[in-house]
């Protein structure tokens, strides 16, 4: 079978579920096509020998009342949307031909839009579907309509939707099933300890960058008898940050081995409020101390991940929350390998390969979901 996916390039997490989720498809025996837009990303699938199509990412705003206007599309994304529709055109044309069976997406519209103009099925696989079909609690700050609004906007219409959450969660229509979070597998073979030291990750959002999260955690780690912490950035941001370091502070860009290696060593994991990584947090059993973004999705994790005791948020980084989570890491653990034990156990994979096989061939069975966004 031919498949196609889409991958939102924001971020990392998209890439690693993504990357897991292509290579289970090519080692049972489909053909897989990304689509993705160009940079390191587009690298990295390359690199495991996945033919990609780089695609445009229109960047999608929302003003504070959670809709999305058509003006504000158009001042944001005015000189890139001639070339972007360009590109997508063409990675219709080059679909078209060679005939895909089906399409997955992960927040990515290039993909969704394709499907829908070739009358193929897509099957949406991401995070954030929860936010758009599941009952969501007001939040301070964002609101999450803006995050259905996205969603409608840039994926209007499925076969199939899955869910990945790192806590229990339900829903009773038959076309979306909830499915625990897909986990790079080198995690499973990882010596996992807790060593005097920590983890810590910070990324940017628009203006909201890491330098300030950054500076008050070496500073706090700076002190005699700290801890030693290991603080990843992205790394066009590193050389903003890397004066601070010092005897117990190292900073660096990320590396996926260099950040493995340090998080299965540490007593506490410091990030934003990224799915991904608290997920993988929670594979290794460690707790988190959450710094969320200004989104509904990161303020939603961060709430949760204290709701469920696998962790504690603060909306900055305060000497005082920092000492607190430390000190608290080992109460948490327990609770963090019950919700493992738990919830991590089944395969996602394995629903995600059953329900690839369900929509083999399929050229009906759309669903549009209309939202009042």
């Known amino acids: 079978m031919k498949v196609t996916i889409g991958i939102c390039s924001l971020g990392n997490g998209h890439t690693y579920r993504q990357l897991q989720v292509a290579k289970m498809l090519r080692n049972n025996g489909h053909n897989v096509r990304i689509i993705v837009e160009s940079g390191d990303k587009a690298d990295r699938f390359r690199a495991e020998g996945f033919d990609v199509l780089e695609s445009w990412l229109p960047l999608v705003p929302a003003r504070p009342d959670g809709r999305v206007y058509?003006?504000?599309?158009?001042?944001?994304?005015?000189?890139?949307?001639?070339?972007?529709?360009?590109?997508?055109?063409?990675?219709?044309?080059?679909?078209?031909?060679?005939?895909?069976?089906?399409?997955?997406?992960?927040?990515?519209?290039?993909?969704?839009?394709?499907?829908?103009?070739?009358?193929?099925?897509?099957?949406?696989?991401?995070?954030?579907?929860?936010?758009?079909?599941?009952?969501?609690?007001?939040?301070?700050?964002?609101?999450?309509?803006?995050?259905?609004?996205?969603?409608?906007?840039?994926?209007?219409?499925?076969?199939?939707?899955?869910?990945?959450?790192?806590?229990?969660?339900?829903?009773?229509?038959?076309?979306?099933?909830?499915?625990?979070?897909?986990?790079?597998?080198?995690?499973?073979?990882?010596?996992?300890?807790?060593?005097?030291?920590?983890?810590?990750?910070?990324?940017?959002?628009?203006?909201?960058?890491?330098?300030?999260?950054?500076?008050?955690?070496?500073?706090?780690?700076?002190?005699?008898?700290?801890?030693?912490?290991?603080?990843?950035?992205?790394?066009?941001?590193?050389?903003?940050?890397?004066?601070?370091?010092?005897?117990?502070?190292?900073?660096?860009?990320?590396?996926?081995?260099?950040?493995?290696?340090?998080?299965?060593?540490?007593?506490?994991?410091?990030?934003?409020?990224?799915?991904?990584?608290?997920?993988?947090?929670i594979a290794l059993g460690k707790p988190v101390h959450t710094i969320p973004l200004p989104t509904y999705d990161q303020n939603w994790c961060a709430r949760t991940v204290e709701q469920y005791r696998i962790g504690t948020a603060a909306p900055r980084v305060t000497e005082d929350a920092v000492i607190g989570a430390l000190a608290g890491a080992d109460r948490l653990r327990r609770s963090i390998l019950d919700l493992r034990d738990a919830h991590f156990l089944a395969d996602p994979l394995a629903v995600v390969l059953d329900e690839v096989h369900r929509l083999a061939g399929a050229r009906s069975g759309w669903r549009r979901r209309s939202l009042h966004v």
């Open 70 to 281: 058509a003006s504000d599309l158009w001042n944001l994304n005015r000189s890139s949307t001639a070339p972007g529709l360009r590109r997508f055109r063409e990675i219709v044309r080059i679909l078209g031909d060679d005939e895909q069976d089906l399409f997955i997406t992960d927040y990515e519209p290039n993909a969704a839009y394709a499907a829908m103009l070739l009358r193929k099925p897509l099957m949406t696989l991401d995070q954030q579907g929860k936010y758009r079909y599941l009952p969501m609690p007001r939040l301070d700050g964002p609101s999450h309509h803006w995050e259905k609004a996205r969603q409608v906007l840039l994926m209007p219409r499925m076969s199939r939707a899955l869910i990945c959450s790192f806590v229990p969660m339900e829903t009773g229509r038959p076309w979306q099933r909830i499915i625990p979070p897909i986990i790079d597998p080198s995690l499973q073979s990882l010596e996992v300890t807790a060593d005097n030291h920590v983890t810590a990750y910070f990324s940017r959002y628009f203006d909201s960058g890491p330098e300030t999260s950054v500076t008050a955690l070496a500073e706090i780690f700076r002190k005699p008898g700290s801890p030693t912490v290991q603080i990843f950035v992205h790394a066009p941001e590193y050389p903003a940050v890397s004066h601070l370091e010092s005897d117990t502070v190292k900073i660096s860009p990320v590396h996926r081995s260099n950040f493995l290696e340090s998080m299965r060593r540490s007593r506490l994991v410091i990030t934003n409020g990224g799915f991904n990584l608290i997920s993988e947090s």
